[in-house]
């Protein structure tokens, strides 16, 4: 009920839980997997998750007294996540998700304002409009929407790139390319990596025309 409760919408959703009846009674939970297809969590469309725990202490007994459920130690989620390219342009109405790459395309203009000091870009998320994005060739990928200026016109831009893994918790984008096809203007970057944090192990990561496959692990502190 409390996962149900945690999506907007969800198909299918199977959960099993491992462990003694002596063990969840002390709070420790041996396994946890999760299944879900076609699930909306936080405006993100996942196609399909699948979800694996382990190790996971909770405080049972204050939860019997009516106490909120707390998590006493951190625990790894080994994830499998699938999203169709239908399914990640429509999270792309997701401010979570919006948000994120907004705030990535402003600080990769804004470390190229010394060389291009004419280059306007708004951070703020309602100036974008039509956000959509493309997967091509295997680990390519194109972003495209259109920036409302301060005149009220819209300005269409386009962002290509290739995105790989440079390590488990690095995303590395190469052979980018900025374009403005109205002002005929464009920019090119060689290399540009993000640090995930140290609580993400990224394994796979697998782009086709299709879909964005992510295999990892994520850890969850109290």
């Known amino acids: 009920m409390w996962l149900r409760s945690q999506v907007e919408q969800v ?3 199977d959960i099993d839980i491992s462990g003694s009846n002596r063990s969840l009674l002390t709070g420790h939970i041996s396994q946890v997997t ?5 699930a ?3 405006g993100l469309h ?3 998750v699948y979800l694996s725990a382990s190790g996971i202490h909770i405080n049972i007994g204050q939860i019997l007294k009516g106490k909120p459920l707390q998590l ?3 625990f790894p989620i080994h994830c499998q996540v699938c999203l169709l390219t239908h399914d990640f342009n429509t999270s792309l109405q997701s401010p979570l998700l919006t948000n994120a790459i907004v705030e990535f395309l402003v600080s990769l203009i804004q470390s190229q304002n010394t060389q291009n000091p004419l280059l306007s870009f ?3 998320i309602n100036r974008w409009k039509n956000l959509q994005i493309a997967f091509s060739a295997p680990h390519q990928l194109t972003l495209t929407a259109e920036i409302l200026s301060t005149s009220g016109e819209l300005i269409p831009f ?3 790139t290739e995105l790989y893994l440079d390590s488990p918790q690095d995303l590395l984008f190469t052979s980018s390319c900025l374009q403005f096809p109205q002002q005929q203007q464009h920019w090119d970057f060689d290399r540009i990596t993000i640090n995930l944090g140290t609580d993400v192990y990224i394994q796979q990561l697998n782009i086709t025309p299709e ?3 992510i295999k990892g692990e994520i850890r969850v502190n109290p």
């Open 211 to 213: 879909q964005l496959q």
């Open 72 to 74: 006493l130690k951190p």
């Open 40 to 42: 909306v969590y936080q």
């Open 158 to 160: 386009a962002f290509h």
């Open 11 to 13: 198909d299918v959703l």
């Open 122 to 124: 708004p951070s703020d």
């Open 34 to 38: 999760v299944g879900a297809s076609s």
């Open 46 to 48: 996942l196609s399909q």
